[in-house]
């Protein structure tokens, strides 16, 4: 087999880029690991900033999206009993993020994928990268129980935290930067009306605790929950119990409950690793960053990496600009980040740490008290949650 771009993984990252190059006339083939009902399957994150709302519609894959998402034009900050309100519309000259779904995304692209009839081979085992360091890399997997080659020109390694593309290049080439968090998030997918039109994230002494949605008629609500703490644990009962505790109690008092559809814990980790490419090898999404998902980041910096690698391939491609190439992670990079910034940043002033005290607890309610008090604080956080801007690819 053969292709212009090989991708590895049927994520987010990997369904993002294989369509807009697909759109633009490059041919490339996606191999994935797991089922596409698995894939479906998974959890995830839900607000999309301006720029991948604006790829989502590049890739044609935007209709659904554009029909059932939520826009927001802001979120609610609780914290020393109070809700503040932080107007993402006002403070930023009008940019809005959209609540809707990755698995909705996911399943979106998969179906304009189909609709376009680009390939994409689903529960492919042993995918090993060769020769990439070269002009000529290739893909082997197993395919009906045969070896297949895939020959290419470029591989896009968009098969997550823990897939083949980073752990395949030499040892002594990357440098990991990596902070695990002592403690995880339960999350809790529920059909019962949201208790708030906006997102809530609220700092206190119990932990953190987020109210989000889904739809009109779903919810996603999280708890932070020590490291050690086991689903089974938690009861619906029990969860409901502890998120209304950490809300401010006019919230609390509104919170319809209803039984779990779906109830997980996610640990909590900062990861970057420099630089994201190797030859002909390049990295993107979850294979080369983790955020907490405390500034709701993970998914748009995945969308940040597509913008950056498709806006070069193009020019590759086009223009025979491969010197572009070259400058895929230093720009990548510079973006990411400032994201892991404010994300760590987010986590460390709207958790409880195991250290916190008193006066840590303090801390946190002035930090936060000063800056949702100060025009220019107010400013700090919009900008960042809405998205900071793409780098212009020349
Ligand atoms: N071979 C083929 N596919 C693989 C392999 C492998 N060896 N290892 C992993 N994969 C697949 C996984 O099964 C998964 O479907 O790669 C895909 C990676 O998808 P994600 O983990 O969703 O990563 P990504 O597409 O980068 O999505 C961005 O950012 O913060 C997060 O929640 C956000 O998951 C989202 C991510
Ligand atoms: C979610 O809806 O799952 C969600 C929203 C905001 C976050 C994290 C997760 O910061």
Not at 158 to 166: L, T
Not at 229 to 236: A, I, K, P, T
Not at 298 to 305: T, Y
């Amino acid at each position: 087999m053969k292709t212009q771009v090989a991708i590895i993984g049927a994520g987010p990252s990997g369904l993002l880029l294989g369509q807009l190059l697909h759109n633009a006339g490059i041919d490339n083939i996606i191999v994935e690991r797991q089922s596409p009902e698995y894939v479906l399957g998974r959890i995830r994150a839900g607000v999309l900033e301006q720029g991948m709302v604006d790829l989502l519609r590049e890739a044609d894959a935007s209709q659904r999206m554009d029909r059932e998402g939520l826009v927001h034009d802001g979120f609610e900050l609780a914290f020393d009993g109070r809700c503040e309100h932080i107007d993402l519309k006002g403070l930023t000259g009008g940019k809005t993020v959209m609540v809707y779904g990755q698995t909705e995304v996911t399943r979106d692209l998969m179906e304009a994928r189909q609709t376009s009839g680009a390939t994409t081979l689903y529960s492919v085992p042993d995918v090993q990268l060769h020769e990439f360091k070269g002009e000529k890399p290739y893909l082997t997997f197993t395919l009906n129980g045969e070896t297949v080659r895939l020959d290419c020109d470029h591989i896009a390694g968009c098969d997550g935290f823990h897939g083949v593309a980073r752990k395949s290049i030499p040892q002594g080439v990357l440098t990991e930067f990596e902070r695990v968090y002592p403690f995880g998030w339960l999350g809790v997918l529920a059909d019962t009306p949201p208790v708030n039109d906006e997102l809530i994230y609220a700092n206190h002494e119990r932990g953190f605790a987020l109210c989000s949605m889904r739809s009109a008629t779903r919810t996603r609500y999280y708890v932070q929950v020590g490291a050690e703490e086991q689903v089974e644990d938690w009861s619906d009962e029990r969860f409901w119990e502890e998120l209304k505790s950490r809300l401010p109690a006019e919230v609390a008092a509104r919170l319809v409950t209803g039984p779990a559809i779906e109830k997980s814990i996610a640990p909590l980790r900062s990861f970057v690793v420099e630089p994201m490419q190797y030859g002909r090898l390049f990295l993107l999404g979850d294979a080369a960053h983790i955020v907490p998902p405390t500034g709701a980041k993970g998914l748009n910096l995945a969308a940040s990496d597509v913008n950056t690698l498709f806006r070069i391939l193009l020019k590759v491609y086009r223009e025979g600009r491969h010197e572009l190439l070259e400058k895929y992670s230093a720009i990548c990079l510079r973006r990411i980040w400032k994201a892991e910034r404010f994300s760590w940043w987010m986590t460390s002033v709207l958790h409880r740490f195991p250290d916190t005290d008193a006066f840590s607890q303090r801390m946190q309610q002035t930090e936060l008290d000063y800056f949702v008090g100060s025009e220019a604080g107010r400013k700090t956080i919009a900008e960042n949650y809405v998205g900071l801007p793409y780098e212009p690819i020349e």
